[in-house]
């Protein structure tokens, strides 16, 4: 019976260790798989980039809400660049834009305005607000304002480095203005109870980052409740992108599928949703409308 238990012990140990082997194995193989792909996402960007500077010569976006709306440079800040020069750039958005285009902002404030894609296409598309953009990156503020000035808004464009919640507790946003933010998780710090009361009247959109802290949508989202009706949308990968898009852009036409897709993609690490809301006229206990993607 003795030996029987030693022989299984010794069983037992040869599998865990072999086990133990196939588990690493399978690890090492994940980061070689991961670190292959990126090597190829980025060996496929220089690529596609050298292919379409020559397309993108005036570098203007061709599509979409923004169409003619022109870039300083070739280059961009936090986000891919050929997306936002197409116009398909947050397609997911689009619902959102067709929506607001017919408002009117006093003020239009931007937090985490990287190059100016939205504080310079929003600021185009309401002639008459003030626009407030806010980056830490000291690279991101300089093409914004001279995206700003490119595009005839410099005089209302005003750029700063750090939006906080004493900063939107101080401003004065009229009968209404726009909040936009996309701060990378910040957005949990600047949207605290104490400044809901302020911001009352603002129609705000922010790009939520629970991939980073799990705790951001269930924390702040609820301060919003006795103010403002809530809506998501949802962003898609960029496999599904590549589908719905890659037959649509003459300028694409000469790329291969997967530099299409390349071109296309935002290489996002997840998929994402925003948090659309806007001011309650009356108080409403309906719950969040979820909202389909418009191509």
């Not at 949207?191 to 302020?198: G, S």
């Amino acid at each position: 019976m003795g030996k029987l238990k030693r022989i299984g012990r010794q069983s037992l140990s040869v599998l865990s260790k072999l086990f133990v082997r196939v588990n690493l194995l399978g690890k090492l193989l994940e980061v070689f798989h991961q670190e292959y792909s990126v090597s190829k996402i980025i060996h496929t960007q220089q690529k596609v980039y050298k292919k379409l500077e020559a397309v993108f010569y005036d570098s203007e976006v061709k599509y979409g809400h923004f169409q003619g709306m022109k870039y300083p440079e070739l280059e961009g800040v936090g986000s891919e660049l050929f997306p936002k020069l197409l116009g398909c750039y947050e397609l997911e958005l689009n619902d959102w834009l067709d929506r607001i285009q017919t408002n009117e902002y006093d003020k239009i404030i931007n937090i985490g305005c990287a190059e100016g894609y939205y504080a310079v296409g929003l600021g185009r598309m309401f002639p008459n607000s003030t626009i407030y953009a806010y980056d830490l990156a000291e690279r991101a503020r300089v093409l914004c304002k001279e995206m700003g000035a490119k595009n005839g808004i410099g005089d209302r464009l005003q750029v700063f480095s750090k939006c906080t919640a004493n900063t939107l507790n101080k401003l004065d946003f009229g009968k209404r203005s726009l909040i936009v933010c996309d701060c990378e998780g910040f957005e949990i710090e600047l949207f605290k109870k104490n400044v809901m009361e302020n911001i009352a009247n603002c129609d705000v959109l922010i790009e939520l980052h629970d991939f980073i802290n799990p705790a951001i949508s269930d924390t702040m989202l609820p301060l919003f409740e006795a103010t403002h009706n809530l809506e998501i949308y949802r962003s898609m990968d960029d496999d599904l992108k590549m589908i719905l898009l890659s037959e649509k852009y003459q300028e694409l036409k000469f790329l291969t599928a997967y530099e299409k897709k390349i071109a296309l993609g935002e290489l996002r690490p997840t998929t994402m949703e925003w948090a659309y809301l806007t001011p309650k006229k009356a108080i409403s206990k309906k719950a969040p409308l979820r909202m389909e993607v418009a191509v």
